[in-house]
């Protein structure tokens, strides 16, 4: 309140506030506290709002903590709605500018309340509300951090903000959406088709798609977000230095989904048009399911098509599709329970009201006591004192090992991290009881080697920024005692070159013996260091910082080994892709390495033996081995070849009086698929050929269409680049021949069936 009216000079007079007015399902009268806190401060019953369970009433999901709120709204006056409307009404007169919630209960599955042991309050305000009622001026979009953007919009699109809804709507889509990337790629989220790179994915293809209704030519996004950066950049230090990631992964995402939008939009018209002449109202689920799984195109912007052509879309079928797919992507995996085990840890923890001491970075033993046990299913829950255990977090695996007491002993499965705080997750036979006095041991040899896996993550990312570039970062990790598994926000795959680069650096580094050290300081000066932070993880005033002598800083809590030297060696066994934009490097260490070694040397003897070659001629003997391979092959490839046309002549269907040919075909390369499809059409004659091979992780495609049938209006080069678009691929060609390469093999079928579509509306 103080704030409110002294310090942003706000007329209290104006001042209207809402409390809970109570609920009959929760049991729970007005929130009486929170009215008589208003009515000392000053403000009449007659600006005091009770409002229910949906407006006043904050709750994180259907069980946990819980409270009512209470807001503070702002009078705008009567330009903006009649005097009888109030706060909470469909309404701009009174304009909601800051909210506090009272978590005070926990609610449980059976929707009864109970007290939490430690309350608190979770307030916050809205900061472009506040400036919107400081520069007074209609909405948010009218301040002066937004109105570069509007003009931005306007200059490009040529059209004027104001001028009609739909206008207005999309320029202010442009600025929202362009500030909101922009500050999420300045923290190191990328365009992806998961969690929080999919909510930005979704950001930028919506701006990109309103820049298009506007009638904007050409790239644009990477502009509007500089527009951003040139705004915000001296508040915000962080947009400066990401500058040019920031333009990188725009300028990305649009170039993809250009190639998206182009051919969804011609698809969804082809459905629209469809369900005009049905007399339909609606697309089907099945439909729009296919455009978002075969073709990338968004449901949201399906929807958002439809709606602007008076149509709509079954969502409930299409969200019912989505789980189908996420079910089937699920099934074989095994199922833990451990998401269950880590609630019922985290209630476990709430009930005790106090929190264990973790001790592991000092040492990895502790005698210490049970202060809490919970007996469940065999396992038991405990919370120690003191604890040596380090709980799983930041990519870390828990630590295992033992607590004994002076008769028995149980080993710990898991340690589950909730905060600051932890819950121990013992296997079945400890006999553990609460107030007893235990020994915590760690297990030495895992904790080493997890701690070797952890401080070789660190240089592997610093060997990756120096190699690739600034933009790149950490995008999810596995630190184990078994290996180490790093994700990172990379749009291409790693050269053989580039790999060995990285691997060479971190062995240089771990050969130099560089000190390892851990330090807490303030955020801000960790910050001020150059020290690395993991987006999405919550820090403090105060953080650990974990140093690497010349070469890395980062924020990170988990173990790490003294000097590098205790490493031994690094090796890199895997680079592959873990999602859109987002590349994954596998290594192992020490022991783990040099295992790995002597695995591959052994491999190396029995090929030696196998070839009769020396180990240090191995690969010329392959290659003699691959040569003689090939000509055999080709003594035996022409009646196969034959056999192979043959049958896909057989299976040609009749579209419109031409016959049409869509097949998989199993070629050794590109050039044979050339040729096949070739023979194929040259038997048919006034033909249609598409054939598709899937080969490792590439896919080739070619189409083959006769002069006469190019008359008809199918042209081999549009027909390719449709299917091309479905495997991630791109390709072209003259109107009678064209081929295309790929990179999603698994979209095979789905390209062959676009391309056949494409074909067959052409000869309809």
Known sequence: WEFSTQDLGLDPERIWITVFGGDDELGLGPDAEAIECWRAIGIPDERIVLLGREDNFWQSG????????????????????????????????????????FMQYELHADGSLTGLPQQNIDTGLGLDRMAAIQQDVPSIYETEHFRPLLEFGEKRSGRRYGQDEPTTRSLRVLADHGRGATFLMADGVVPSNEERGYVLRRILRRAIRHGRSLGIQGPFVADLCEVVVEGLGDVYPELEAERQTIARWAAAEEEGFARTLSQGERLLAELIEGARARGAEQVSAEDAFRLHDTYGFPFELTQEVLAEQGLTVDAQGFAALMEQARNRARSGARDTGGDQTAE????????????????????????????AVLAENGTQLV?????????????????????????????????????????????????LKEGQEV??????????????NHTATHLLHAALRERLGDHLRQAGSYVGPDKLRFDFTHGERLSRDELANVEQRVNGWIADNQMVTAVETTLDEARSLGAMALFGEKYGDWVRMVEVDRVSRELCGGTHVATTGEIGLFHITVETSSASNVRRIEAVTGPGATALFEERTAQLRRLSEALRAPEGELERAVEKLNERVRELSKKSAAPARDTTAEELVKAADDVSGVPVVTARAEVGDAKELLGLADRVRQTLGDAVVVLGAAAGERVHLVVNVA????????????????????????GGGRDTMAQAGGRLPEKLDDALQSARTSVEQSLS
């Open 383 to 431: 919370k120690l004192e003191d604890s040596p255990f380090y709980p799983a977090g930041g990519g870390q695996v828990s630590d295992t090992g033992l607590v004994r007491t002076g008769s028995a002993e149980a080993r710990v499965a898991e340690v589950f991290r909730l905060g600051s705080d932890q819950v121990l997750a013992l296997e079945p036979g400890g006999g």
């Open 707 to 730: 002069p006469a049938v190019v008359e008809l209006g199918v042209k081999a080069g549009a027909v390719v680049k449709v299917a091309a678009e479905v495997v991630g691929g791109g």
């Open 344 to 371: 019922r840890a985290a209630a476990f923890a709430r009930q005790t009201g106090f929190s264990t001491r973790f001790v592991g970075y000092e040492s990895t033993e502790a005698d210490t006591v049970a202060r």
């Open 62 to 101: 259907p069980t946990g903590p819980c409270g009512p709120c209470s807001e503070l709204y702002l009078d705008r006056g009567p330009g903006f709605g009649p005097d009888s409307e109030r706060p909470g009404d469909d309404t701009e007169r009174y304009l909601e500018y800051w909210n506090l919630v």
């Open 439 to 452: 020994h915590a041991e760690v297990d030495r040899s895992t904790r080493l080697a997890t701690m070797r």
